[in-house]
């Protein structure tokens, strides 16, 4: 496994969260200092399994739930806060609040400058 001289232990948080709460995140990541993160549109199935629509009359099964997905790399000492973050500005109390992923990072790269380690994040 790679990992350069004198670089930060980190870590790589994933989030699958609601799309009625992103706006309300990114601020409160933005407000705590973690500005750098990426954000896809995921779809997805937890523990609901789906559930039923009606349409004009007609049944539909919808197996996966669209949901948004923040990926944020940040050094070790502050995944805690980084959590807790989330966790408080995410949370509606129903099904399907989403999941937290925490995963190691062995190097970032800055492709412009070539920095390395907590510099590139």
């Not at 790589?12 to 954000?39: C, M, N, P, S, W």
Request: proline share 2%; charged share 30%; aromatic share 4%.
């Amino acid at each position: 496994m790679y990992k350069a001289k004198g670089i930060d232990e980190m870590k790589k948080v994933e989030a699958i969260i609601r799309h009625e709460v992103l706006e309300r995140v990114r601020d409160a990541l933005d407000q705590a200092g973690f500005h750098g993160l990426t954000i896809s549109e995921v779809r997805g199935a937890g523990s609901q399994r789906g559930y039923t629509e009606s349409y004009r009359g007609a049944k539909a099964s919808i197996l996966f739930r669209p949901k948004v997905k923040i990926e944020i790399v940040a050094s070790d000492d502050s995944v805690e806060r980084l959590l807790s973050v989330i966790c408080e500005t995410a949370q509606t109390g129903d099904v399907g609040d989403g999941k937290i992923f925490v995963t190691p990072i062995d190097e970032v790269v800055r492709i412009r400058t070539q920095q390395r380690g907590s510099e590139a994040i």
